[in-house]
């Protein structure tokens, strides 16, 4: 009479475990693929004077839209165009800003992506 408990409860454990497993791939199919989105890397220091370069990675050829904002407000556009697969760099005059604090970002049809950086003449 145990054994025979002891197999029901190990069945049904065994079920829930199936179960559980046919779940969460079930679930996984609708994930996020980070795979699919461009990585926005930050400035080599927070605060920056002169030249600065932003870098970005696209996994595959995208539009891109790509700003500079202070209280999300637009301050200079610096691309809005189609960027092939791979790392670019875009190179701008930081003197042409105010001192202060500003974001720099990149939207596409999938993602918007700011980091923070300052502005130190």
């Known amino acids: 009479m145990e054994l025979i408990s002891i197999l029901y409860i190990t069945l049904f454990i065994l079920l829930i475990i199936i179960a559980y497993r046919f779940l969460i791939r079930r679930l996984s199919n609708d994930r996020v693929r980070l795979e699919e989105f461009c990585t926005l ?14 870098y970005f990675q696209c996994p595959e050829t995208i539009e891109v839209h790509f700003c500079i904002w202070s209280n999300d407000k637009i301050v200079v556009e610096l691309a809005n165009k189609e960027f092939d697969s791979g790392g670019h760099i875009l190179r701008y005059d930081t003197k042409q800003l105010e001192n202060g604090g500003y974001t720099f970002g990149l939207v596409t049809e999938k993602q918007k992506t700011i980091k923070k950086f300052g502005v130190k003449n």
């Open 41 to 54: 890397y930050s400035t080599e220091t927070y605060e920056v004077n002169g030249e600065v370069e932003f």
